[in-house]
């Protein structure tokens, strides 16, 4: 089934994307969520976990005012010769949005779980809040981050609602998730199975490592 082949290996190759993405994002976000308190804490935290409780199709609407071609970010793209709606771009983005809240949190557990001390003593010793966060923080709150990195990842497979909302059903856009709602209302219920198992597959491998990460740190 050749359908299946090409809308696996986009699949997952957005949503490998959509990862790199999302990582410096995210691990900048838990950092700050784990390290500082400031005003408007709450209201950032709220934020960056909105899109787990929105309805999906409801936070691709936004993404499509956004983005769109009359939007304030999409109309500044189309001047500068980048076009995101309806193409690859487009399923990254959502993907990206989707994810970064489980990415967010993971990483946050794993940056609580390194003793400050050690950061408190690279910097007594001269080191400067970057060399500190690269030589210290980072490094020792990997695995949450890793494991965090996988949960958006598998978010990024399943995405749905932002996705068509973004990227529509094209050749040159289908994802998984996508294929298995057309091939549904379709009737063909061989390919809906067939994308099924590769889907549960590759999202079961990616849970699994990230439950161990995260039973790790």
């Known amino acids: 089934m050749p359908d299946l082949l090409s809308i696996a290996s986009f699949t997952v190759a957005m949503a490998a994307l959509a990862t790199l993405v999302m990582l410096p994002p995210g691990v900048a ?63 990254v983005v959502a993907m990206a949005v989707m994810g970064l809240p489980l990415l967010v949190r993971a990483a946050r557990a794993g940056f609580e779980q390194v003793d400050q001390r050690y950061e408190q003593i690279a910097a007594t010793l001269g080191a400067g809040p970057a060399r500190v966060f690269f030589t210290v923080s980072l490094p020792l709150a990997r695995r949450g981050v890793l494991a965090g990195a996988l949960l958006g990842f598998s978010r990024a497979l399943g995405e749905f609602g932002a996705t068509i909302m973004l990227a529509g059903f094209l050749p040159s856009t289908r994802t998984i998730a996508v294929a298995i709602w057309r091939y549904t209302e379709t009737g063909q219920e061989s390919a809906v199975m067939a994308m099924l198992a590769v889907s549960a597959t590759i999202a079961f491998g990616a849970l699994l490592l990230s439950n161990r990460l995260a039973s790790s740190t």
Request: no cysteine; glycine share 10%; net charge positive.
């Open 29 to 91: 976000l838990a950092w700050l969520l784990a390290r500082r308190r400031f005003p408007g804490r709450a209201v950032l935290e709220t934020l960056v976990s909105l899109p787990l409780v929105l309805p999906p199709v409801a936070t691709g609407y936004l993404l499509l005012r956004l983005l769109g071609p009359r939007g304030p970010i999409g109309a500044w793209l189309e001047r500068v010769g980048i076009e995101v709606m309806f193409t690859w771009r487009a399923v």
